[in-house]
């Protein structure tokens, strides 16, 4: 059974960059799409980006565009999402996620997703 732990939350400034980390146990990464949301408070769970297992489909929310970029370890136990240029905006608690099927790669199927974090705070604030 595949396990998913996000870290790198914080607190940074505007404009600033964090990276955060979804580590994956039970199970590699690599026979799974993977996903990354967000949720403000007050607000419902959005999608952020989104990648299926072999690279071939990437998705991006507008707000995300130029900004957030996904990538993984050489082992495909760990995903990253980069984060720069960020916003108040960008406030949330940040969620990776996992799909079964190698080829999905949708951002707003959010309970179609077999896996998740239990995520990690993200407060862009001066």
């Known amino acids: 059974q595949l396990q998913l732990v996000e870290s790198g939350g914080g607190l940074v400034q505007p404009g600033g960059s964090l990276r955060l980390s979804c580590s994956a146990s039970g199970a590699s990464l690599e026979n799974h799409a993977i996903g990354w949301f967000r949720q403000a408070p007050g607000k419902e769970r959005e999608g952020v980006l989104c990648?299926?297992?072999?690279?071939?489909?990437?998705r991006y929310a507008d707000s995300a565009k130029g900004r957030f970029t996904i990538s993984f370890d050489d082992a495909k136990r760990t995903a990253y999402l980069q984060m720069d240029s960020l916003e108040p905006e960008d406030t949330a608690v940040y969620y990776c996620?996992?799909?079964?099927?190698?080829?999905?790669?949708?951002?707003?199927?959010?309970?179609?997703?077999?896996?998740w974090g239990q995520g990690t705070q993200v407060t862009v604030s001066s």
């Open positions: 990648i299926s297992a072999r690279g071939e489909r990437t």
């Open positions: 996620a996992a799909h079964r099927s190698l080829l999905f790669c949708e951002l707003r199927a959010v309970d179609t997703y077999d896996f």
